[in-house]
């Protein structure tokens, strides 16, 4: 069996990080600068609601500065693996976690972890958009303002640029004083993004985030991936599969809870090593 | 059950050839269809009878109440004249005299003692006190006539609205034949008449009706509402706040949900008991004030804006929440800038009710002495004040035929206090719903 120079550095980072799966990274066009280094990294990390283990013993490396979609049918636990990233689980009291799942070498659940400081670096955008009931200007500020970035002029400029990062700075220029309820759902969740965007995060966590949105829609936020690939670490979490296979490089394929294949994109969808996976991919599901 | 219909009718239609599904479905859409006719129909019913027991309510109040902004005055000329007012300390003048003597003068050919009685009694005490207060502010120099339009009493004032009938036997009615004589003289003299009652609407209590007025419990019922407010709407909000986010969720805190959805139910003269032992007995407080009237009615209406918070705050959509959270903010930061402004206006909704309630209540205000006579106008928080349920309450109780009508239109007058209280709540509301 033959290996490339990616598939090698993939299986050094895999054995220096420790997990059990293989990895490899894509064809040497698609890859990216500084990317492939393990930025979230799961080890025998399971996530209960009270008895219910909705996520059982994962192993896996997120690596940085790549798309990773995570499918599988729905209950199989790969929103709740998402929103365990940046802890937005806290809000279900009965949910904790075992095992550990780190970030740049940070335990994520560890004690001396400031969750508000961890979901400032892993920002997420929902299912539905969800704009505050504010101006669209506002909406981007919200996050910097947080943060305490107060002067006017800098606003203006992270609200540009995550606007024009957010491939919307086009259609609400001259609207920025709006309330950004009066949107449509596309322009909505593409501007969730650029809030999410304006506070700089190093992780994107997208959670089906074209599933309330129509194909032009949903195209445009395809889109959108694509051009914030290769500066941010992005998972995505989708029903759609020619969506996962369309936009990602990795793909994460969940089923009951535990993960069943990780592997990049092309091959999970070409060439499955699991049966299970072979049997969603292709629809044969029961 | 559905299930066996379904299956049996299954089994018809096998049995009896092909019946189509969408026959089954007509045949039982015209019950479905008169069913929902009928539902529509009771409720049109319901809002009918309320509107009619509604409109009869207001109509019966205005009917009977509308009469008391009315009242009868009488002009008196008012010889004074040296010597009549102590020089050293007007104050103490016998003004009393004076009227009386205005009085005889108006009708030389009353003598006799009985009659002259008679004859004092159609003007109401209030002349004196009216004529006081004009001496005292423009002492006369000399000689002078005061002309002074004088409150009627309160019997002259039923027989001129037309509450007394003239023509019944003498002992029916209130007033002898001879007063009503003077009377009929001093009408076609023209010197007396039907004017708009402003004492009802400036004075305190008075145990003449004619005197008496709704001033004093309104200004009690404000100081009294703003005692509630200020301390009710803070506290409530922020116990809903701890409760809904912050709260574990433990016995503990199941315990005192509990609690506080029975303290909604709880009738409020226990509240006026607990008033009365804590703060009166043990810390003291002044008895019959605004101030303890308020505290009560706190804790009267807490529950019920806590209930209302919680339920607004339940309501704000999670997704809020995550937004909120996703970008970085505290809890703090997600409940003052996105939760508590979207459940504002519910919470707002919740405190109206609770004052409503508190404005309209007298039973715990029994119990800390809010029940007593007080003709002073309360001038503070710690002033013995009555509120306006009470006022009505007293004048409903007073056997006076004049204090039916200043009954209705007190009732009228907390109608319109609380309409009031609702429109700035209302106003409120909206900005804030605006604003989101």
């Known amino acids: 069996m033959q290996m490339t120079a990616g598939e090698k550095e993939a299986r050094e980072v895999a054995a220096k990080s420790d997990t059990n799966r293989e990895i490899f990274l894509p064809p040497e066009r698609q890859r990216v600068k500084d990317g492939g280094k393990p930025h979230v990294s799961a080890k025998n990390f399971s996530i209960f609601y009270g008895d219910f283990e909705a996520v059982k013993k994962v192993n896996a490396d997120i690596l940085s500065k790549y798309v990773t979609a995570i499918i599988g049918p729905s209950g199989c636990g790969k929103s709740t693996f998402l929103r365990a990233i940046n802890r937005m689980n806290d809000l279900i009291p009965s949910c904790y976690t075992t095992g550990t799942i780190m970030f740049d070498g940070e335990d994520i659940y560890g004690r001396f972890t400031d969750e508000v400081q961890l979901r400032k670096k892993i920002g997420m955008v929902f299912q539905k958009p969800n704009p505050f009931p504010k101006s669209i200007f506002d909406n981007i500020a919200y996050g910097p303002r947080l943060h305490g970035v107060n002067d006017k002029k800098t606003l203006e400029e992270i609200v540009e640029k995550s606007l024009l990062k957010a491939a919307l700075w086009d259609e609400v220029k001259d609207r920025l004083d709006r309330n950004a309820l009066g949107l449509s759902g596309g322009q909505q969740q593409r501007l969730c993004v650029a809030r999410t965007l304006a506070v700089e995060p190093e992780i994107l966590l997208l959670d089906e985030p074209t599933s309330a949105l129509d194909p032009k829609a949903t195209a445009k936020i395809e889109d959108l991936i694509e051009e914030l690939r290769g500066s941010y670490t992005i998972l995505i979490v989708t029903h759609n599969m020619q969506q996962a296979s369309r936009v990602s490089d990795y793909t994460m394929f969940y089923y009951e809870g535990d993960l069943v294949e990780y592997a990049p994109t092309k091959q999970l969808f070409t060439n499955p090593r699991d049966q299970v996976t072979e049997d969603y991919i292709t629809g044969r599901f029961s | ?436």
């Open chain 2, 1 to 436: 059950m559905s299930k066996s219909t379904t299956g049996s009718a299954a089994r018809s239609s096998a049995s009896s050839g092909r019946v189509k599904t969408i026959d089954i479905v007509n045949k039982g859409l015209k019950s479905r269809y008169r069913k929902e006719k009928r539902f529509r129909v009771y409720g049109l019913l319901s809002i009918i009878a309320s509107a009619v027991f509604l409109a009869f309510l207001l109509s019966s109040i205005v009917f009977n109440g509308y009469s008391a902004f009315l009242q009868t005055y009488i002009k008196l000329d008012v010889p004074v004249k040296t010597g009549m007012i102590n020089e050293q300390n007007p104050r103490r003048s016998d003004f009393q005299g004076i009227i009386k003597a205005a009085i005889r003068d108006y009708f030389p050919d009353v003598t006799e003692r009985k009659d002259t009685r008679e004859l004092y009694s159609i003007f109401s005490s209030g002349a004196a006190f009216q004529l006081r207060e004009k001496v005292l502010k423009n002492p006369p120099e000399g000689d002078t006539t005061i002309s002074l339009w004088v409150p009627a009493d309160d019997d002259v004032d039923m027989l001129m609205k037309g509450h007394m009938k003239r023509d019944v036997p003498e002992s029916e009615r209130r007033l002898s034949d001879k007063q009503l004589r003077w009377i009929e003289k001093l009408e076609t003299d023209k010197r007396i008449e039907k004017r708009f009652n402003t004492t009802f609407f400036t004075a305190g209590d008075s145990r003449e009706p004619e005197l008496a007025g709704i001033w004093g419990a309104v200004k009690g019922s404000f100081y009294t509402m703003i005692v509630t407010l200020v301390l009710s709407f803070p506290i409530g909000i922020a116990a809903a706040v701890y409760l809904e986010e912050f709260a574990p969720k433990n016995i503990a805190t199941d315990f005192i949900e509990v609690n506080i959805n029975n303290l909604a139910a709880v009738p409020s003269i226990v509240f006026g008991l607990l008033g009365l032992a804590v703060f009166l007995n043990f810390f003291g407080m002044p008895r019959s004030t605004p101030l303890v009237g308020g505290i009560v009615l706190m804790l009267m209406t807490l529950p019920t804006i806590i209930i209302a918070s919680r339920a607004a705050l339940k309501a704000v959509p999670p997704s809020i929440r995550e937004a909120a959270l996703g970008v970085g903010s505290s809890k703090l930061q997600v409940i003052t800038g996105h939760v508590l402004p979207l459940a504002l206006p519910g919470m707002l909704t919740g405190t109206i009710i609770g004052m409503a309630q508190a404005l309209g209540e007298t039973a715990p205000l029994l119990m800390i002495g809010m029940v007593a006579f007080i003709v002073d106008i309360p001038g503070g928080f710690t002033d013995p004040a009555a509120v306006m349920p009470v006022q009505i309450y007293l004048w409903a109780d007073s056997p006076e035929r004049a204090f039916v009508e200043r009954t209705s239109a007190a009732i009228m007058v907390l109608l319109a206090f609380l309409v009031s209280m609702n429109a700035v709540a209302v106003i409120m509301r909206k900005r804030f719903e605006r604003r989101w």
